[in-house]
């Protein structure tokens, strides 16, 4: 069968959907795969994200912490948080294509 790499992501529904770094992708699979289940395993992995965004974000807050931490650990914390927040979005907008299941926010 034959694919395609576009730049937007156009009729994602009933496909697998996911998030690699800043890369979206989106595997037309009809009748392969149980929406619901595949539903489920988005919505698991966004709670597991956004723990990861808060834990990040109030040790970045933290005063004591910016003090402390060396520059370079300081500067990897952000960039995991930017890399997260950047998975985070993906996911959203890819669970919220899938099969008839409400739109995620």
Do not use: W, Y
Request: glycine residues 8%; proline residues 3%; neutral net charge.
């Amino acid at each position: 069968k034959n694919f395609a790499i576009e730049k937007q992501l156009t009729d994602t529904k009933n496909s697998a959907n996911g998030v690699v770094g800043n890369i979206q992708f989106c595997l037309p699979l009809g009748e392969l795969i149980d929406i619901a289940k595949e539903k489920q395993r988005m919505l698991n992995e966004i709670q597991n994200l956004e723990k990861n965004i808060n834990g990040i974000s109030k040790r970045l807050e933290n005063e004591h912490f910016l003090k402390k931490a060396p520059e370079d650990v300081v500067g990897k914390e952000r960039e995991r948080l930017e890399g997260f927040e950047t998975k985070l979005q993906g996911l959203k907008q890819a669970a919220s294509t899938l099969g008839d299941c409400p739109e995620v926010s």
